[in-house]
């Protein structure tokens, strides 16, 4: 059971605890159908809440709301829509505890990374309110003397954001608060998994002061498909930006084509992690942990292939998995836990066949190698390493989004680089070297979008974080983020006398 001290009916605002969509500034339960789905702890499987099962009737209306929003919201001051983004990134920080313990009970992440998020999230909020001050123009020299030519920014329109399960709070504000500062109108859709975080953030941002319609919040599980296909083909929608699977997004992309959505897709990733022989080992374990156990493994540029130089190979998956033993799993409320719970039991599923198939083509399994079962009813795996990694295994190929380290040697730069390219996606990388000279032909020469350098982590608001190949396109944070949800406008003047 719950622990009473770390439930929902401990918040200290009792009132960031919804149980509705939001439409055009109103709660509401889906229009059409009384059904409903269970928002569940992963940790103990205890019902935290029951949501309505939107569908796509009721994303039609949240765009409606989001659509006649935009008329006025457009029309705001940059600097007036700044202010109401710092309103709101203060107020997340001022209920960091309480986001945090909604976070860490829907998702499973510790407390200690739940919290990490809630000020990562604010991040975005206090960057995007400067960024919506810089949006600007040009003017453009003219080879016709009696010509001028300047260029403007305008926002695009109503954005659809679709956002993950595995950080429902800083993917919100990632993609939100771009649009928001853009002076676009939104309409969310959290993941059926993790869905009071969002409603949560929606009612700091009510009390910020963003005008009803401006953000529109739709809950759904099963019903997910039928409300992306609106979201998608509707055609007041002007934007789209989702983070998710490869398949889904290819899906997504296919569905806008009918209206010409600017998209922007975050999607799959297979980041190699590449230590080479000079490497600091401690910097390279650290850096390890970081990169492979933060969220329990379950984030888009999570290492999931491990490269280590001959050299070194077997001291580092000594160090590793010696590290990686005195790593506490439980649930995420718990003190001293660094693991939790995986978000859901398929996580768990494909992670076990992952290691199957790592044992039948001759991988050895150093750590683990299986759930955990001595911690609960959740939905625990033991943090997992595998050493003798070849081309063959799944885990080569698929993301296994779980504490599952596959070790790989390798002999020379060049054998890594083509290795680590070997994949049909490019989201993140990471690469451990003491030889400044390595680190630039290295990150180069991977077919990425970002590249950590003895470090374990990759992002930041102020760095724009996206992918290329089958990991998607467009980027999040950074300068380049706001430009997603804005269009650029040409005016050409006639000055003849």
Not at 168 to 177: D, Q, S, V, Y
Not at 237 to 258: A, D
Not at 315 to 339: N, P
Not at 353 to 373: C, F, M, R, T, Y
């Given at each position: 059971m719950s622990n009473p001290k770390h439930s929902l009916d401990s918040l200290k605002n009792p009132s960031?605890?919804?149980?509705?969509?939001?439409?055009?500034?109103?709660?509401?339960?889906?229009?059409?159908?009384?059904?409903?789905?269970?928002?569940v702890n992963p940790a103990t499987l205890d019902v935290l809440a029951t949501l309505p099962e939107m569908n796509s009737a009721d994303a039609k209306l949240a765009v409606d709301a989001a659509h006649e929003a935009f008329k006025?919201?457009?029309?705001?001051?940059?600097r007036s829509r700044a202010r109401i983004l710092r309103k709101w990134s203060d107020l997340m920080l001022a209920n960091q505890e309480d986001l945090a313990l909604i976070l860490t009970l829907e998702n499973g992440k510790t407390l200690t990374e739940a919290k990490g998020e809630v000020v990562y999230g604010a991040s975005f909020l206090e960057w995007f309110a400067t960024q919506a001050e810089m949006t600007h123009g040009e003017s453009v020299p003219s080879s016709n003397p009696n010509q001028r030519i300047v260029t403007f920014k305008q926002p695009i329109g109503v954005a659809a954001c679709l956002c993950p399960w595995n950080f429902p709070i800083a993917m919100i504000?990632?993609?939100?608060?771009?649009?928001?500062?853009?002076?676009?109108?939104?309409?969310?859709?959290?993941?059926?998994?993790?869905?009071?975080?969002?409603l949560a953030l929606a009612v700091l941002a009510h009390e910020a002061g963003f005008p009803p319609g401006t953000l529109n919040v739709i809950t759904s599980l099963t019903t997910v498909a039928e409300v992306g296909e609106e979201l998608c083909k509707n055609p007041k929608v002007h934007k789209l930006s989702f983070t998710g699977s490869t398949r889904v997004g290819k899906l997504l992309m296919q569905q806008c084509s009918s209206t010409l959505k600017k998209l922007s897709l975050e999607l799959g990733g297979n980041s190699p992690f590449i230590v080479f022989d000079d490497a600091k080992m401690s910097?390279?374990?650290?850096?390890?942990?970081?990169?492979?156990?933060?969220?329990?493994?379950?984030?888009?540029?999570?290492?999931?292939?491990?490269?280590?130089?001959?050299?070194?190979?077997?001291?580092?998956?000594?160090?590793?998995?010696?590290?990686?033993?005195?790593?506490?799993?439980?649930?995420?409320?718990?003190?001293?836990?660094?693991?939790?719970p995986l978000t859901h039991?398929?996580?768990?599923?494909?992670?076990?066949?992952?290691?199957?198939?790592?044992?039948?083509?001759?991988?050895?399994?150093a750590l683990g190698g299986g759930p955990k079962k001595d911690v609960g009813k959740g939905y625990f795996l033991q943090p997992t390493v595998l050493t003798g990694m070849t081309k063959e295994m799944l885990i080569t190929r698929e993301e296994t989004f779980a504490p599952v380290v596959g070790l790989y040697k390798f002999e020379t730069e060049e054998e890594v680089i083509e290795r680590a390219n070997d994949c049909d996606v490019g989201l993140g990388s990471f690469v451990v070297t003491e030889s400044m000279a390595r680190m630039w032909r290295v990150a180069e020469g991977l077919e990425?979008?970002?590249?950590?350098?003895?470090?374990?982590?990759?992002?930041?608001?102020?760095?724009?974080?996206?992918?290329?190949?089958?990991?998607?396109?467009?980027r999040e944070g950074g300068t380049q983020g706001i430009d997603e949800y804005l269009i650029v406008k040409s005016m050409l003047i006639n000055v003849a006398n």
């Amino acid at each position: 059971m719950s622990n009473p001290k770390h439930s929902l009916d401990s918040l200290k605002n009792p009132s960031l605890l919804r149980k509705q969509g939001l439409i055009n500034g109103n709660w509401v339960s889906a229009s059409a159908s009384p059904s409903t789905f269970d928002v569940v702890n992963p940790a103990t499987l205890d019902v935290l809440a029951t949501l309505p099962e939107m569908n796509s009737a009721d994303a039609k209306l949240a765009v409606d709301a989001a659509h006649e929003a935009f008329k006025t919201w457009k029309k705001t001051t940059a600097r007036s829509r700044a202010r109401i983004l710092r309103k709101w990134s203060d107020l997340m920080l001022a209920n960091q505890e309480d986001l945090a313990l909604i976070l860490t009970l829907e998702n499973g992440k510790t407390l200690t990374e739940a919290k990490g998020e809630v000020v990562y999230g604010a991040s975005f909020l206090e960057w995007f309110a400067t960024q919506a001050e810089m949006t600007h123009g040009e003017s453009v020299p003219s080879s016709n003397p009696n010509q001028r030519i300047v260029t403007f920014k305008q926002p695009i329109g109503v954005a659809a954001c679709l956002c993950p399960w595995n950080f429902p709070i800083a993917m919100i504000t990632r993609k939100c608060g771009a649009a928001l500062a853009a002076g676009c109108t939104t309409v969310w859709k959290p993941a059926g998994e993790t869905p009071l975080s969002a409603l949560a953030l929606a009612v700091l941002a009510h009390e910020a002061g963003f005008p009803p319609g401006t953000l529109n919040v739709i809950t759904s599980l099963t019903t997910v498909a039928e409300v992306g296909e609106e979201l998608c083909k509707n055609p007041k929608v002007h934007k789209l930006s989702f983070t998710g699977s490869t398949r889904v997004g290819k899906l997504l992309m296919q569905q806008c084509s009918s209206t010409l959505k600017k998209l922007s897709l975050e999607l799959g990733g297979n980041s190699p992690f590449i230590v080479f022989d000079d490497a600091k080992m401690s910097t390279a374990v650290e850096a390890a942990i970081m990169a492979k156990f933060r969220n329990s493994g379950q984030t888009c540029v999570t290492a999931n292939r491990m490269f280590v130089q001959s050299g070194i190979y077997d001291e580092f998956a000594k160090a590793l998995t010696e590290k990686i033993k005195t790593l506490k799993v439980g649930s995420g409320v718990d003190d001293g836990v660094f693991i939790g719970p995986l978000t859901h039991d398929r996580a768990v599923d494909k992670a076990v066949s992952h290691i199957e198939d790592a044992k039948k083509h001759g991988a050895q399994v150093a750590l683990g190698g299986g759930p955990k079962k001595d911690v609960g009813k959740g939905y625990f795996l033991q943090p997992t390493v595998l050493t003798g990694m070849t081309k063959e295994m799944l885990i080569t190929r698929e993301e296994t989004f779980a504490p599952v380290v596959g070790l790989y040697k390798f002999e020379t730069e060049e054998e890594v680089i083509e290795r680590a390219n070997d994949c049909d996606v490019g989201l993140g990388s990471f690469v451990v070297t003491e030889s400044m000279a390595r680190m630039w032909r290295v990150a180069e020469g991977l077919e990425v979008g970002m590249v950590g350098v003895n470090l374990g982590a990759l992002s930041a608001c102020e760095s724009p974080f996206g992918g290329v190949k089958g990991s998607g396109f467009g980027r999040e944070g950074g300068t380049q983020g706001i430009d997603e949800y804005l269009i650029v406008k040409s005016m050409l003047i006639n000055v003849a006398n």
